[in-house]
């Protein structure tokens, strides 16, 4: 199945889901709804990538320590947490750092990417403002289920530009690891999430292969919305994948792009089928 189009609207304090999409040959229309909108990883509403790279590559160079190449630091995204990161690229470039190397070197990078947040300001996805705005005119609850560090949190949204808190209705960190038990790629974090704000069918967004794993285990449906570091992730399992969060409320209907995507699909399925 093609997901050519997926749209997203607010009714009745709900989220409405609409996804278009090619199946053997047939458009199928699939409608579905929800009661909260979940952000995942810091990246479904911040392109972040780049700066958390700058930051680790400055406290490297502050510890003499080789530089982290690019390519390498980008593979790494399909696991979660810097400090688990850097053990990685530790183990296979033997550099022998110990636990406490490790702890030290995230502690300085989270420093200076905080500093460098708060310094600059953020610039929020296309799109996230619009449907944090639209939920709640609608009555729609909003929830940041991260378990970034706390003050990389607090930094981030006291940075977002055109950001206001109470867009948000609920928001978690590391800090709370107490209360939701294992972090991502478990389904504990949406599971304390949706006891806390006391929904039972959010509709998630996700920026990682690895954090998406944590909705599906949770029986979610979750929108891929890609960082641009991890567009070649493996999202299969996504109800739908998705550039930037912008193009979930344009008006429905299929854009050229999308045109000519469906008329490819019926060409290949009408030779198929002959």
């Known amino acids: 199945m093609s997901v050519l189009n997926t749209n997203i609207s607010f009714k009745n304090n709900q989220v409405i889901a609409t996804f278009l999409s090619c199946e053997n040959g047939s458009l199928k229309v699939d409608v579905r709804h929800y009661d909260s909108l979940f952000f995942g990883s810091v990246g479904t509403l911040v392109h972040l990538s780049q700066l958390q790279y700058d930051a680790f590559t400055q406290t490297l160079k502050e510890m003499s320590l080789p530089v982290w190449d690019k390519a390498n630091y980008e593979s790494t995204l399909t696991s979660t947490g810097g400090k688990q990161r850097l053990a990685l690229w530790s183990a296979a470039n033997n550099l022998g750092l110990s636990e ?54 607090e ?83 996504a109800m739908a994948i998705v550039g930037e969060p912008s193009q979930l409320l344009r008006s429905p209907g299929l854009s050229n792009e999308e045109s000519v995507q469906l008329n490819a699909l019926l060409i290949k399925a009408n030779v198929t089928t002959a």
């Not at 948000?168 to 209360?179: N, Q, R, T, V, Y």
């Open 100 to 153: 406490q190397d490790i702890v030290d070197i995230h502690a300085r990078k989270s420093a200076i990417f905080q500093e460098n947040i708060r310094k600059n300001g953020l610039v929020v996805r296309p799109g996230v403002l619009e449907l944090l705005e639209q939920a709640r005119a609608h009555g729609v609850k909003t929830a940041f289920v991260t378990c970034t560090p706390s003050e990389s949190v």
């Open 155 to 237: 930094a981030m949204l006291d940075s977002m530009k055109g950001f206001k808190r109470e867009m948000l209705d609920f928001k978690m960190s590391m800090a709370d690891e107490a209360k939701y038990g294992r972090a991502k790629p478990s389904a504990d974090p949406y599971l304390y999430a949706m006891r806390e704000l006391g929904v039972k069918t959010p509709l998630v967004f996700e920026d990682s292969e690895i954090s998406m794993k944590a909705a599906i285990a949770a029986n979610l449906d979750c929108i891929a919305t890609p960082n641009n570091w991890c567009v070649n992730h493996d999202y299969k399992n």
